[in-house]
């Protein structure tokens, strides 16, 4: 079955601890990217990947990192989390070409207290 | 400044009748529009697209409209069935944006009662 995967799907966290969310696709897309949907504000774009370490920032970047050494994942990591990065988070991801829909996972709950 | 709005946070009709689910945007260089759909406890998952080129596009019980002068667009799912339920996202993408990046609105949350 063609999916995304994120993992976890939820998590509660203290302010400074480092966490990954990991992301995953079978579908041999090249295009990745992490989005987080906060109320108001829609689903806003953190970082994107065109390909294997190829990596940008997005509309919201500040305060995390991603990384894309293997075609299939696209972490997302939060060196040194802050409350209002508590979120729901959403990877996705797409063939290269233009106009190519979003597949996404089914998202990751973060708490950041 | 927000290129994508969807001004209408919910929308709640009866089953069978029609439900219209508005967007709109400002940045002339878009020329693709998407519809997402949400469930809660899943990811947005795509549902119809139309580009500037046209008008319309059908697929089923799912109609997308473009109106590039007024810079709007609107979905139109007829009937609508309670199963409709969710929140619908609707997303642009320009000439010079990246394959995949697409700018998001609020979403409008349809409730479709039985």
């Known amino acids: 079955e063609a999916q995304v995967t994120q993992n976890p799907r939820y998590l509660i966290t203290v302010t400074g601890k480092k966490l990954t969310v990991t992301c995953s696709q079978n579908m041999n897309h090249e295009y990745m990217s992490w989005y987080r949907q906060d109320p108001g504000l829609g689903l806003r774009q953190i970082y994107y990947?065109?390909?294997?370490?190829?990596?940008d920032k997005g509309d919201v970047p500040e305060g995390y990192k991603v990384s894309r050494k293997e075609k299939r994942n696209f972490p997302l990591i939060l060196e040194s989390p802050s409350p209002n990065q508590t979120s729901l988070y959403f990877c996705a991801s797409s063939l290269r070409e233009n106009n190519s829909p979003l597949h996404f996972g089914n998202g990751t709950r973060l708490t950041v207290t | 400044d927000q290129q994508v709005k969807q001004n209408s946070p919910s929308l709640s009709v009866q089953e069978g009748r029609i439900s219209i689910l508005n967007c709109d945007y400002t940045n002339s260089m878009f020329d693709y529009f998407l519809w997402y759909k949400k469930y809660p406890a899943e990811g947005p998952t795509f549902l119809i697209s139309i580009s500037s080129i046209k008008d319309k596009n059908e697929d089923g019980r799912f109609t997308v409209f473009l109106n590039k002068s007024a810079k709007h667009l609107s979905l139109h799912i007829v009937p609508s069935q309670p199963g409709d339920s969710a929140v619908y996202f609707c997303a642009a993408s320009g000439r010079n944006t990246n394959a995949g990046k697409s700018t998001f609105g609020d979403g409008t949350t349809l409730t479709v009662k039985p």
């Open positions: 990947s065109m390909n294997v370490e190829v990596t």
